[in-house]
Nanobody, 127 residues
């Protein structure tokens, strides 16, 4: 089992940047592919980005391509989400999630395929 704790959310203005962090505790961090999801009020949880156990393979939702970057530091058991050029529509609770890696080049983009979740961190972008 792995425990996940997100941090780094906050209130920013449109065009600003934020970096979210997700610290993992428990079993070997490098055994997991990691993902970031978000959920706005009244909406379903949606995929944002994912990264393979090695950090080599990444995947992004179309609406964040070119603005967000996912990365990980296996030595620090942490995954990051660098968010640039934030827009009001990025306002949501952001969750990190972990799933056992299959050691291939594919990444899950559906929430139901992830096994462990953090508690979430609020990101609010004002116009």
């Amino acid at each position: 089992q792995v425990q996940l704790v997100e941090s780094g959310g906050g209130l920013v203005q449109a065009g600003d940047s934020l970096r979210l962090s997700c610290a993992a505790a428990g079993r070997t961090f490098s055994s997991y592919d990691m993902g970031w999801f978000r959920q706005a009020p009244g909406k379903e949880r949606e995929f944002v980005a994912a990264i393979s156990w090695s950090g080599i393979v990444t995947s992004y939702a179309d609406f964040v391509k070119g603005r967000f970057t996912i990365s990980r530091d296996n030595a620090k058991n942490t995954v990051y989400l660098q968010m640039n050029s934030l827009k009001p529509e990025d306002t949501a609770v952001y969750y990190c999630a972990a799933t056992f890696t299959r050691y291939d080049s594919s990444l899950y983009v559906r929430a139901k395929d992830y096994d462990y979740w953090g508690q979430g961190t609020q990101v609010t972008v004002s116009s």
